[in-house]
C-alpha cells in the first residue's frame, strides 16, 4: 500500500527540518536587528532611573514596574496634547493628500495628454529632495505667508512632499483597472464624474487604503522636522518634539522618556492594523476577468 | 426601428487607415455578424459604431439619423463587451440596474425592468450576489442584462464568447439566437470564430485589411465567395487551391486544364480568359476516395483521427501549402503511404488571378427554408 502524505501544502512550499530551522534563524536575527532598539526601550522604560546608570549594566530589570507609565502624565502634563497634535496633523495631512492625489491619480492614469510624462517625471524629482534640504527656503516661505506657529506650518509642507510618492503608488494602482469598465459606463450615459464616484472609487479603495496608510505613516515621521522648524509654541507641538520635555536641566529622565514614547506611539500603531486589515477585505473582492 | 447604415467609414489611428471605407445597410432586427482575422478593423468598426470610437470620415446613421457626434446613449445602442466589464464591487442586481440608476429611474421602474431581465437570462436566483461569485457564462449574462434593460433597438457585442470554454460557447451562442428572436432587436456581433458567424448570423460581413471581402448569408459565403480571401476564411479546415490553366469557354461553364485532365467547372463563363492561370479551389470536405472528375495521389504527412472525421495533410510537389482532405467517420489511413483521392467538378470553385470568383452555379434557395410571406 502507498504511503499516504497527510502534508497539504504545496511542492514548492514544502521544507526539510533543517531548512525551517535554517529559515526562521535567519528570520530571528532580522526581527533582532530591527526590533533591539524597540526591546531596549522597552526594558528601560521599566526600570527605575537609579539602575540605568548602575554599573556594571544589567539588560534585564530589577525589580522592574510599569511606575514610569503613571509618573510620566505628571512630569509632562502636556503630554496628552502634544499625543493628539501628532495625530491632528499627520490626518489632516493625509486627508488633504487624499483629496488631492485621487483624482489627480486617476487623471494621469486615464488620460493621455502632451507633457504628461514630463509633469510625472518633475513629481518624481521632486520627491528625490527631501525636506530637510529645503528647510530654508520654506522658513521664508511660511514666514511671509505668516504662518510660522500655526499648525498650517507642520501640515501643508509635510503634505507636499507626500503628494508626488502618493500619485506614483495611486496611479500604478488606477491603471489597472479595466478600462473597459469605463467605457462600459460610457457607454450607459454615465458621465466622466458619476463613473470616478461609482465605479471607479469603490474599486480603487485598497489602493487608496495603501495610499493613506503610506501617507499617514510618512506625515508622522516628518513632522519632526517641521515641528522644530517652523513652530516654537508649546501647545502645538507634536509628539516627536514634546518628547524633549523629558530632558530636564540636569538630567534625563529615560525611563519616562522611553514610557512616553510606547504610549505615543500606540495608537497609530492600533490605527494602522486595524487599516491593515480593512485593507485583505477589500483586495479578496471580485475582480473583473482579465 | 433599429436600422443602420455605414457610408463609406473611414477610421485612421496617426498615419495607419485601419478600416478603409466601410459601406454597409443592416435592417431592422438583423442578426449581423463582422468576422475576420485580428487586425481587419472589425473591433473598430463595432467601436465607432458604439460611439467609443470617433469617425476620422464618413457617416454612421441610424434610424435616418447621422449619429457620428453623439454620445452612445442618444444612438439607442448598447455594447457588450468581451471582458464583460461587470462592476466588481457591485451586486448582479446593481450591475443591471446601473444604467437605469445613471438616468435616475424611479426605484419602482428599475425593479420592474431588472427583474424582467434577470428573468429572460435565468439569473433571478443570483440577483444579490457578486460578479466574482459567478461563472464565466453566467457573468457574460449580466453583461448582457445590463444592455437589455435599456431596451437599445441595437445590440453591440465585441467577441462576447471568446472567454468561455468550448462547451459554455455554444451552449451561449443558442442562448444569444433565442434572445434574439425573442427581443426583436437588431444586433451586430464581432467575432473571429467562423462557427459563431455560421450559426447565429442573419448575414455575415467578412472583413479584410479594413475592406469589406463579401456580404452574405453564411450559405452564401460557404458555397459562393466571392474571392479567394472569403473562400479560405470560412470554411474549416481551409480551401485548398491548385492553379489551373483555362483551356475553354462555354455556355456549360469554364474548361480547365489541371495536369493533364480537362474538365468543365460549371460556373458564370468569363470571355477572354482562355489560356490564363486560374486558381481551383476544393474545399477539404469534398475531396473523396473516389475517382471523381478530377484524380490525385497524394501522400499524407499528418493524419488527424476525430472519431467523427478523419482529416489528412499532404504535401503537393512544387506546392508550398499542404493540400488538405476530410473523409466523414473513421478511416483506416496510414502516414506517409500514398493514397488516391479524387473530387467531383461541379464542387469546385475558380479564381482569376486576382482572386476575383467566377460565380458558381448553385441554387441557394434550395438550401434554405423559403421566407414567410
Same mark, same amino acid.
Given at each position: 500500500?502507498?504511503?499516504r ?6 511542492m514548492?512550499?514544502r ?14 536575527? !532580522?526581527l /533582532? ?9 522597552f526594558?528601560?522604560?521599566l ?5 540605568l ?6 539588560f534585564?530589570p530589577?525589580?522592574?514596574s510599569f511606575?514610569?507609565? /503613571?509618573?510620566?502624565?505628571?512630569t ?10 501628532s495625530f491632528?496633523i499627520?490626518?489632516?495631512?493625509t ?8 483624482p489627480?491619480?486617476y487623471?494621469?492614469?486615464? !488620460?493621455?495628454?502632451k ?7 518633475? !513629481? ?11 528647510l530654508?527656503?520654506? *522658513?521664508?516661505?511660511?514666514?511671509s ?6 499648525? /498650517?506650518a507642520m501640515?501643508?509642507p509635510?503634505?507636499?512632499f507626500?503628494?508626488?510618492?502618493a ?8 491603471m ?10 460610457y457607454m450607459?450615459g454615465a458621465s466622466? /464624474?458619476?463613473t470616478?464616484?461609482?465605479v ?7 489602493g487608496?487604503i495603501v495610499?493613506a ?19 516654537s509654541?508649546?501647545?502645538y507641538?507634536?509628539?516627536?518634539i ?6 530636564g536641566?540636569q538630567e ?5 522618556l ?14 494602522i *492594523? !486595524?487599516?491593515q ?11 473583473v476577468?482579465? | ?17 485601419v478600416?478603409?471605407g466601410?459601406s ?8 449581423v455578424? $463582422?468576422v ?12 465607432m459604431?458604439?460611439?467609443l470610437?470617433?469617425?476620422s ?7 435616418? %439619423?447621422?449619429v457620428?457626434d453623439l ?9 457588450v ?18 444604467p437605469? +440608476? ?5 426605484e419602482?421602474v428599475?425593479?420592474q ?5 434577470a428573468?429572460?437570462l ?7 450576489q %457578486?460578479p466574482?461569485?459567478l461563472?464565466? #457564462?453566467? +457573468?457574460q449574462?449580466v ?7 435599456r ?5 453591440l ?10 462547451a459554455?460557447?455554444s451552449?451561449m451562442?443558442i442562448?444569444?439566437?433565442?434572445l434574439? %428572436?425573442?427581443?426583436g432587436?437588431t444586433?451586430i456581433?464581432?467575432t ?16 479584410n485589411? #479594413?475592406?469589406?471581402a463579401?456580404v452574405?448569408a ?8 466571392q474571392?479567394t480571401?472569403?473562400a479560405?476564411?470560412i #470554411?474549416?479546415?481551409r480551401?485548398n ?12 461553364g469554364?474548361?480547365v486544364d489541371?495536369?493533364g ?5 460549371p460556373?458564370?463563363p468569363?470571355?477572354?480568359i ?8 476544393? +474545399?477539404?470536405?469534398?475531396?473523396t476516395?473516389?475517382?471523381?472528375? $478530377? ?6 504527412s499528418?493524419?488527424?483521427?476525430l472519431g467523427?472525421q478523419t ?6 510537389p512544387g506546392?508550398?501549402?499542404? =493540400?488538405? =482532405?476530410?473523409l466523414?467517420?473513421?478511416r ?6 500514398p493514397?488516391?483521392?479524387? $473530387? ?6 475558380? =479564381?482569376?488571378a486576382e482572386?476575383?470568383?467566377?460565380p ?14
Amino acid at each position: 500500500m502507498a504511503r499516504r502524505s497527510t502534508d497539504t501544502r504545496a511542492m514548492i512550499d514544502r521544507y526539510r527540518w533543517w531548512e525551517m530551522l535554517a529559515i526562521y534563524a535567519g528570520l530571528c536575527l !532580522f526581527l /533582532f536587528f530591527m526590533l533591539a532598539p524597540f526591546i531596549e526601550g522597552f526594558l528601560v522604560s521599566l526600570k527605575p532611573l537609579a539602575q540605568l546608570f548602575s554599573s556594571p549594566y544589567s539588560f534585564w530589570p530589577e525589580n522592574g514596574s510599569f511606575k514610569a507609565y /503613571f509618573t510620566m502624565w505628571d512630569t509632562v502634563p502636556g503630554f496628552a496634547r502634544y499625543v493628539i497634535n501628532s495625530f491632528l496633523i499627520s490626518i489632516t495631512s493625509t486627508v488633504i493628500v487624499l483629496l488631492l492625489v485621487v483624482p489627480a491619480a486617476y487623471a494621469f492614469a486615464r !488620460f493621455d495628454y502632451k507633457g504628461m510624462g514630463l509633469v510625472l517625471g518633475g !513629481f518624481l524629482a521632486v520627491s528625490m529632495f527631501s525636506g530637510a534640504v529645503l528647510l530654508i527656503p520654506l *522658513f521664508r516661505l511660511m514666514r511671509s505667508m505668516g504662518l510660522l506657529n500655526t499648525y /498650517f506650518a507642520m501640515i501643508i509642507p509635510g503634505a507636499a512632499f507626500l503628494i508626488p510618492s502618493a500619485i506614483w503608488l495611486l496611479r500604478t494602482y488606477m491603471m489597472r483597472i479595466p478600462t473597459e469598465l469605463n467605457e462600459a459606463a460610457y457607454m450607459d450615459g454615465a458621465s466622466q /464624474f458619476y463613473t470616478f464616484r461609482r465605479v471607479i472609487l469603490p474599486i480603487a479603495r485598497p489602493g487608496i487604503i495603501v495610499v493613506a496608510i503610506v501617507t499617514f505613516i510618512g506625515a508622522y515621521s516628518q513632522q519632526f522636522i517641521f515641528a522644530l522648524t517652523f513652530n516654537s509654541k508649546t501647545e502645538y507641538m507634536p509628539l516627536p518634539i514634546g518628547l524633549y520635555a523629558y530632558f530636564g536641566k540636569q538630567e534625563v529622565i529615560w525611563n519616562e522618556l522611553m514610557a512616553a514614547s510606547f504610549v505615543g506611539i500606540a495608537p497609530a500603531m492600533v490605527l494602522i *492594523f !486595524f487599516l491593515q486589515r480593512y485593507l485583505v477585505g477589500g483586495l479578496t473582492a471580485g475582480a473583473v476577468k482579465q | 426601428m433599429g436600422q443602420l447604415s455605414l457610408k463609406t467609414v473611414i477610421k485612421t489611428f496617426g498615419d495607419i487607415q485601419v478600416v478603409k471605407g466601410v459601406s454597409l445597410d443592416v435592417t431592422e432586427g438583423e442578426f449581423v455578424v $463582422f468576422v475576420g482575422p485580428s487586425g481587419c478593423g472589425k473591433s473598430t468598426l463595432l467601436r465607432m459604431i458604439a460611439g467609443l470610437e470617433h469617425t476620422s470620415a464618413g457617416d454612421i446613421v441610424i434610424d435616418g %439619423k447621422r449619429v457620428n457626434d453623439l454620445p452612445p446613449v442618444k444612438r439607442g445602442i448598447a455594447m457588450v463587451f468581451q471582458s464583460y466589464a461587470l462592476y466588481p464591487h457591485m451586486s448582479v442586481y446593481e450591475n443591471i440596474a446601473f444604467p437605469l +440608476r445613471v438616468e435616475r429611474a424611479p426605484e419602482e421602474v428599475i425593479r420592474q425592468k431588472v427583474n424582467a431581465a434577470a428573468a429572460i437570462l435565468h439569473l433571478e436566483t443570483r440577483l444579490q450576489q %457578486k460578479p466574482g461569485q459567478l461563472s464565466g #457564462g453566467q +457573468r457574460q449574462r449580466v453583461a448582457i442584462g445590463r444592455a437589455i434593460v435599456r431596451e437599445p433597438e441595437i445590440f453591440l457585442f465585441d467577441e462576447p464568447l471568446s472567454n468561455l470554454d468550448a462547451a459554455l460557447r455554444s451552449d451561449m451562442r443558442i442562448e444569444l439566437t433565442r434572445l434574439h %428572436k425573442q427581443l426583436g432587436a437588431t444586433m451586430i456581433y464581432v467575432t473571429h470564430d467562423q462557427v459563431e458567424a455560421m450559426t447565429m448570423a442573419d448575414r455575415i460581413v467578412v472583413l479584410n485589411a #479594413g475592406y469589406i471581402a463579401q456580404v452574405g448569408a453564411p450559405l452564401e459565403l460557404y458555397h459562393k465567395p466571392q474571392n479567394t480571401f472569403v473562400a479560405g476564411f470560412i #470554411g474549416n479546415p481551409r480551401m485548398n487551391f491548385l492553379p489551373v490553366t483555362c483551356t475553354g469557354v462555354s455556355d456549360a461553364g469554364v474548361e480547365v486544364d489541371w495536369q493533364g485532365s480537362r474538365r468543365v467547372i460549371p460556373v458564370e463563363p468569363r470571355a477572354g480568359i482562355e489560356g490564363a492561370t486560374l486558381h481551383l479551389g476544393i +474545399r477539404p470536405e469534398h475531396v473523396t476516395l473516389e475517382r471523381g472528375d $478530377f484524380a490525385l495521389r497524394l501522400t499524407p504527412s499528418v493524419v488527424e483521427q476525430l472519431g467523427q472525421q478523419t482529416i489528412g495533410y499532404a504535401a503537393l510537389p512544387g506546392r508550398e501549402e499542404n =493540400f488538405c =482532405f476530410v473523409l466523414p467517420g473513421t478511416r483506416v489511413i496510414e502516414d506517409d503511404k500514398p493514397l488516391d483521392v479524387g $473530387f467531383a467538378a461541379a464542387e469546385c470553385h475558380l =479564381f482569376d488571378a486576382e482572386g476575383q470568383a467566377l460565380p458558381r452555379r448553385v441554387d441557394l434557395a434550395a438550401m434554405s427554408v423559403p421566407p414567410a410571406l
